[in-house]
């Protein structure tokens, strides 16, 4: 089986499994209140519980660093999201491969320039699962199951 991985917290896990199946799952967090506001938080328990029966695959997880005009907090609540998936993936000793955006754009999404064209690929690559890449916010799915195919098209 080959696992995607897109990072945030509006990311997702997607799991093409050997048998041709898809399995798509949203970045588990929670909206937590604080103070007199309230901020999103990972759920890793949520999180290793996706993971747990993917130990005979292999994982491709993106490697985003910061971008120009990201605030510090959110590249911080980035970067604690990438640390626990790849705690996790080494805790249940899953092999994983950095894989950076420009690497499987290029691969599948050439001349492709709006962030919501992943999804059209997405689509059109696994007409199986449409549905669940049908609205705007599924953006972080149709990236987690393109970086899978990109590692399935790559192999090792």
Not at 44 to 72: D, T, W
Not at 73 to 84: P, Q, R, V
Request: proline fraction near 4%; glycine fraction near 14%.
């Amino acid at each position: 089986m080959i696992i995607g991985i897109d990072p945030g917290q509006t990311g997702a896990v997607a799991i093409i499994h050997d048998d041709g199946d898809i399995t798509l799952h949203d970045t588990p967090t929670e909206l937590v209140k604080k103070g007199k506001g309230s901020k999103t938080e990972y759920l890793p328990a949520e999180m290793a519980g996706i993971l747990n029966s993917c130990r005979y695959g292999h994982c491709f997880i993106e490697k985003v660093g910061a971008m120009p005009g990201q605030g510090v907090t959110s590249m911080f609540n980035f970067g604690k999201g990438f640390g626990l998936w790849l705690g996790i993936l080494a805790a249940y000793q899953i092999p994983y491969t950095l894989v950076t955006p420009q690497a499987w754009k290029k691969v599948l999404m050439a001349g492709a320039g709006d962030k919501d064209a992943a999804r059209g690929r997405a689509q059109q690559l696994y007409p199986q699962v449409s549905s669940q890449l049908s609205r705007k916010k599924d953006i972080g799915r149709a990236d987690a199951l393109l970086i899978a195919e990109y590692g399935r098209r790559i192999g090792l």
